[in-house]
């Protein structure tokens, strides 16, 4: 279980939210809640606006329009934590990689080193911990990027394409973690392209279409019938 928060950064609402970089709207007027325990895909075509979304729900982005709110508050939300479709790693060891992140957050002694086996077990990584994290392949980079968000005890983890440039097997190793971070509480907010994989994993799917949100369904029932041309129009093309 994720330990709980004093301050609370859920629900995460999102009302009337709109994106402009320069001319350009990015995103037009998203409405979206993510509840507490949640575990919401993002999908949609390429530029349709789902990385753009994460960072914005993240509040790594600010909204041009509309407002986004953390449990509440206008932010800035504390207990999140982003991966992405490439790890993000300093050139030292992967053990120090997670230590790095939790000095940040003010976690140093021995619960730093408790939370650094802990991850390091979770994802697997145990016998490569004193290992220079560049030296990692793609797939055991992942699962470093994913024990150390995971160290931080995030209330809430995005996952922006973790598994885009990951063959099946470690595709499927980052899926087993997202599965047990997802079952210890904590609410998950990923975007793929893989549609096998959020069909495994999602509990409910965003689908955006051009910066807009077209679709906001259960999963079982957004892939047994989806309720609009585009996202029927998404589906039928990646079928093929
Ligand atoms: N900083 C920026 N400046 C200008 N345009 C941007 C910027 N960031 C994103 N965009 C544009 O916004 C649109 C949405 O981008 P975004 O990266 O959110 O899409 P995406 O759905 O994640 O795409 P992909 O599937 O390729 O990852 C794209 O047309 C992109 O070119
Ligand atoms: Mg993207």
């Not at 120090?96 to 077990?121: F, P, Q, S, T």
């Not at 470690?170 to 609410?187: F, K, L, M, S, W």
Request: hydrophobic share 45%; glycine share 10%.
């Amino acid at each position: 279980m994720a330990e709980p928060s004093p301050v609370a950064s859920l629900p995460i609402v999102c009302s009337g939210g709109e994106v402009r970089i320069g001319q350009t709207r990015i995103l037009s007027s998203i409405n979206l809640t993510i509840e507490p325990g949640t575990s919401t895909f993002v999908i949609g075509p390429n530029g349709s606006g789902k990385s753009t979304l994460l960072r914005l729900l993240h509040g790594l982005l600010a909204p041009s329009q509309g407002a986004v709110t953390w449990g509440g508050r206008v932010g800035p939300p504390v207990r999140q934590a982003m991966v992405f479709q490439r790890a993000v790693l300093l050139r030292r060891s992967a053990a120090a990689n997670i230590r790095y992140a939790l000095r940040l957050v003010g976690i140093v002694g021995a619960e730093a080193r408790k939370r650094i086996d802990d991850a390091l077990a979770e994802v697997g990584l145990k016998a490569l911990a004193q290992r220079s994290a560049r030296v990692l392949s793609g797939g055991e980079q992942q699962r470093l990027a994913l024990a150390r968000a995971w160290a931080l005890r995030p209330e809430v983890l995005f996952l922006d394409e973790p598994t885009a440039s990951l063959d099946p097997k470690a595709t499927r190793a980052v899926e087993d973690i997202v599965r047990g971070i997802h079952a210890r509480g904590t609410t998950i907010v990923m975007s793929t392209h893989n549609l096998p994989q959020a069909k495994r994993l999602a509990g409910s799917v965003v689908f955006l279409d051009e910066g807009r949100l077209v679709e906001h369904s259960p999963a079982h029932e957004f892939f047994a019938s989806p309720r609009t041309p585009e996202a029927a129009a998404f589906l039928e093309g990646e079928r093929l």
